[in-house]
C-alpha cells in the first residue's frame, strides 16, 4: 500500500470511522527514520461533530500494549475526554499502524519529536478540505508517560525550527521519562520493574533507535529470550506484563546481571544510548558513567505545565525531580507533583486536570 501511495504521489489517505460526537480521519504523511530515510507514518485526525473546536492539540501516546492500541486503529482516552471540544492530532510511533512490520526505535526523543511534527502539515490540510475554520495560534501540545517526554521533545522541536509557522499556547506534559538513563537505574538498584514489558523494549529498542547492535543473549535470560520473539517482536505485550508479573516483577528473572553493571562495556554502550534519550540527567550513583549532566541547550518560551505523582511506581517520581532541578519554576513553568496514586490512576487525573485547565 505505502508503494501504491508514493507512486501515486498521494501523501495521505482520509478513512472516515465511525465515532458518536467526532468525525476522525486515518492520515498518512512523510517523515524521516532514525537513519534518516525516507518513510511513511501514520496517525489519526479526531474533529468534533457538533461544536466549534476550541483548539489543536498534538497529543503523543503513552507506551500501548499492542499494535491495535495505537491512536490510527482505537481511540484513545484523551480523545474520548477532550475530543468534543477541540481538535486532535495523534500520531502513531515508528513501529505502530502502518509501520506495524518495524521494531520501535523505543523512546528516542528527537526521533519522535520529528515524526509528531511532520504530522501536522497533512493534519492541516484535512482541517482545510474539511473547511474547519481554526486558528494555528490555539495549538496545545499533550502527553503522557512516554507521550509526556515526547511532548516535551516535540516542544523543543517546534521552538527551535518551527517557531515562525506554529505557535504553542500550552505544553502539558504528564509523569513522563525524561531521564531515561537514570529510570534504568532505578530499576537496577531496586531489582524491580513494574511494567515488565519496558525492559526488554527499552534495551532492544534503544539498540534500534542509535544502531548499536546490541546482543539479547547477553543481556537478557533464556527464559527471557525464548518469550522475546513471540511477545515483544510481535508487540504482545501484555501477555508478557502477566507473565512476568510471576516472580514479582524481580528484574534478574529476566535480566542478567551484567546488564545492570556499568562497568561492563556491552552496558556501557547501552547506558550511553539511555543517555541520548534523555532530555536530563542526573546520575543517581557514584559511577563514572554519564558524570557530566546534560541539560537541555533551551529553555521553553511556551507555558508548561509538568504533572507527576510521588508513588508512580512505572516511570519513578525522580524522573520529574531532575526535570525540575534542570529547568526551575519559572512564571512560565507550573509543576504539579503530588500524591495521584499509581501511574495508571494519574493518568485519569493527569488528564482531568488538563481538561479543567482548557474548558473551565
Known amino acids: ?52 473546536p476550541q483548539g489543536i492539540i498534538l497529543l503523543s501516546h503513552f507506551t500501548i500494549g499492542a499494535d491495535k492500541e495505537a491512536p490510527s486503529r482505537c481511540q484513545l482516552y484523551e480523545q474520548k475526554q477532550l475530543g468534543e471540544d477541540f481538535i486532535l492530532i495523534m500520531p502513531d510511533y515508528i513501529g505502530y499502524g502502518v509501520t506495524a512490520d518495524r521494531f520501535p526505535p523505543y523512546l528516542h526523543g528527537a526521533l519522535t519529536a520529528q515524526n509528531c511534527v511532520d504530522m501536522l502539515p497533512s493534519a492541516l490540510l484535512i482541517l ?41 499556547k500550552c505544553c502539558f506534559c504528564g509523569s513522563g521519562p525524561y531521564d531515561v538513563a537514570a529510570t534504568y537505574d532505578v530499576g537496577a538498584e531496586t531489582n524491580k520493574a513494574a511494567l ?47 507473565y512476568l508479573r510471576m516472580p514479582q516483577h524481580r528484574l534478574d528473572y529476566w535480566l542478567n546481571p551484567v546488564a ?29 558513567v554519564g558524570a557530566d549532566t546534560i541539560c537541555p541547550d533551551w529553555t ?32 512560565n513553568i507550573t509543576y504539579d507533583f503530588g500524591d495521584f496514586g499509581g501511574h495508571l490512576q494519574s493518568a485519569y487525573t493527569f488528564i482531568q486536570h488538563v481538561k479543567e485547565k482548557l474548558i473551565p
Not at 316 to 322: D, K, L, Q, R
Open 1 to 52: 500500500m505505502r508503494k501504491s501511495l508514493i507512486l501515486t504521489g498521494l501523501l495521505c489517505l482520509c478513512v472516515q470511522l465511525a465515532a458518536a460526537k467526532m468525525y476522525e480521519q486515518v492520515v498518512l504523511y512523510p517523515s524521516v527514520d532514525q537513519h534518516g530515510d525516507s518513510i511513511i507514518l501514520s496517525g489519526k485526525v479526531s474533529v468534533p461533530l457538533n461544536k466549534s
Open 196 to 242: 515488565p514489558m519496558s525492559v526488554p523494549l527499552l534495551v532492544m529498542g534503544t539498540s534500534e533507535a542509535y544502531d548499536l547492535n546490541l546482543a539479547r543473549g547477553y543481556f537478557f535470560t533464556r527464559r527471557m529470550n525464548k518469550l522475546f520473539d513471540p511477545l515483544i517482536a510481535s508487540k504482545r505485550y501484555k501477555i508478557l506484563n502477566l
Open 260 to 288: 545492570r553493571d556499568k562497568n561492563q562495556p556491552e552496558t556501557r554502550r547501552l547506558y550511553e544510548g539511555l543517555m541520548r534519550s534523555s532530555i536530563v540527567h542526573f546520575p543517581i550513583d557514584d559511577s563514572s
Open 128 to 168: 482545510d478540505s474539511l473547511q474547519v475554520g481554526i486558528a494555528l495560534d490555539s495549538l496545545y501540545v499533550m502527553g503522557f508517560s512516554q507521550g509526556g517526554a515526547a511532548a516535551l521533545w516535540t516542544l523543543k522541536h517546534l521552538e527551535e525550527h518551527y517557531a515562525d509557522r506554529y505557535y504553542v
Open 300 to 331: 521553553p518560551q511556551t507555558p508548561l505545565y509538568v504533572f507527576h505523582s510521588y508513588k508512580d511506581e512505572i516511570v519513578p517520581f525522580v524522573n520529574a525531580e531532575h526535570l525540575q532541578r534542570c529547568m526551575p519554576e519559572l512564571p
